[in-house]
């Protein structure tokens, strides 16, 4: 059943196979998970073609992690998207986003969706502009997103909050960096040449026909969205916060499940006001964050300054972490880069589980302190989030006890143990 079917069906007192499914994947009554539908509080990508695995993603659900994957005009190599996808997968990721730029778009979108069981998001605008932008037109930009809908793609991100009012904005503002997001940058750009308003937020109402038609969930793109920390929490982010609010509720009232995104850089102390000023605006749609990244004085560190980010979106209400990896702002990741992006933004989102869902969460921190207190290190290596790393660091310096190398026969654990014994 498709994503636009599912929120119809929830309204209509249905559940359907993949509420049962989320249902049983959080630990949640199916008739919550129904009710959450029916409101837009939580949306499940999939595509009405396609046999995607039903994932639940807003309130009450366990924080979801996405990894971007994706050629560039510079590197375009199939095979080696597809490995970053599967490892991505492979290491907790619960959605694929295909960003390519380079080569066949539609022999790799294809390649990806027949090889990965979890929701695959795309951004369409880039096909439609990859030529020439200023030659791409307002049907191109349409038509991009109904290829990619009838192609199976779950979800795509539009930036329809880019509005002429929030190019005004923009330029009174104080902004550094001034627009980060690609698709933003392509939908100014456009907007700009051809001097005309954005189509997407011109003719919305036949985005949400094509997005009905196909059960594909739209991500509300937020084009305004500050690239470093000065830009944060500035007019032109929260006006299109503004606007994204006024197409949550359209998309709604037209049966189009919605995701709204946000920022981006932001600095620590911001990251509550924006994570809840994008709740209270949307009335609670799920949030789907790019990081944030706390610091820009970290490049070839960003996968940790996104997950500290990450951490705090995700205790303050975020829902969906888009994964950073280490090579942000510096090259197209590696496999290896989209590896450890994926690991560390599945820690950022378990953090966050620990505040959002902490009954269901801390389970899994209890099974490992259990496994520590019985020096068990078998099952220490099953619990952790990359057992092949938690192994190879505690193999690679034995100890001659059965405690670690750390401090050996005068391990606390042991010591404590034997006192109380
Ligand atoms: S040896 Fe030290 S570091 Fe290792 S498990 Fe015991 S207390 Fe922990």
């Given at each position: ?66 990894a ?40 790799i ?11 695959v ?22 038509n ?10 779950d ?24 627009v ?23 003719e ?7 997005a ?156 490992m ?40 026969d ?11 014994r």
């Open positions: 059943m498709g994503g636009s079917i599912i929120i119809e069906a929830a309204r209509k007192g249905q559940i359907t196979p993949e509420m049962e499914h989320v249902a049983k994947a959080e630990g949640i009554d199916p008739q919550k998970i129904r009710r959450l539908v029916a409101s837009g509080r939580v949306v499940i990508p999939k595509n009405a073609s396609r046999d995607t695995i039903p994932t639940g993603i807003g309130e009450s659900m366990s924080v979801k992690v996405n971007n994957v994706g050629t560039s005009k510079d590197f375009i190599d199939i095979k080696e998207e597809l490995k970053k996808a599967l490892i991505a997968v492979q290491y907790g990721a619960d959605t694929i986003m295909d960003l390519s730029t380079g080569g066949d778009l539609d022999d979108r294809k390649i990806i969706l027949e090889s990965i069981k979890v929701p998001g795309s951004v369409p605008i880039y096909q439609a502009a990859r030529d020439s932008i200023a030659d791409m037109t307002s049907d191109d930009m349409f991009a997103v109904r290829k990619h809908a009838e192609d199976g793609i979800f795509v991100t539009i930036h329809a909050g880019v509005t002429l009012d929030a190019l005004e904005q923009l330029k009174k503002s104080d902004r550094i960096l001034n980060v997001s690609r698709g933003g940058a392509f939908t100014i750009a456009w907007m700009i040449h051809n001097e005309r308003e954005n189509p997407f937020y011109e919305y109402d036949y985005l949400l026909e094509i009905h038609e196909h059960g594909l969930t739209i991500s509300l793109g937020d084009g305004m969205r500050p690239g470093c920390i000065n830009d944060a929490s500035d007019g032109p982010e929260f006006m299109e916060f503004m606007t994204l609010g006024e197409l949550t509720r359209e998309a709604r009232r037209k049966g189009v499940q919605t995701l709204v995104e946000g920022p981006g850089h932001v600095p620590l102390e911001d990251i509550n006001l924006s994570v809840r000023t994008m709740k209270r605006l949307t009335d609670g749609a799920p949030v789907y964050l790019l990081g944030p990244l706390v610091t820009d004085i970290a490049p070839g560190y960003d996968h940790i300054t996104g997950a500290i980010g990450g951490s705090v979106a995700g205790m303050h209400g975020a829902d969906f972490l888009c994964m950073t990896s280490p090579s942000e702002h510096l090259s197209l990741p590696t496999v290896e880069d989209v590896k450890e992006g994926t690991i560390v933004t599945k820690i950022a989102a378990h953090i966050a589980d620990l505040v959002k869902i902490k009954d269901r969460a801390k389970k899994m921190d209890d099974q302190a259990i496994a520590r207190k019985n020096l068990d290190w078998e099952k220490q290596f099953e619990l952790s989030i990359d057992p092949e790393r938690a192994r190879r660091i505690k193999c690679s310096r034995k100890s001659k006890s059965d405690a670690c190398s750390m401090c050996g005068l391990c606390a654990i042991k010591i404590i143990k034997d006192a109380l």
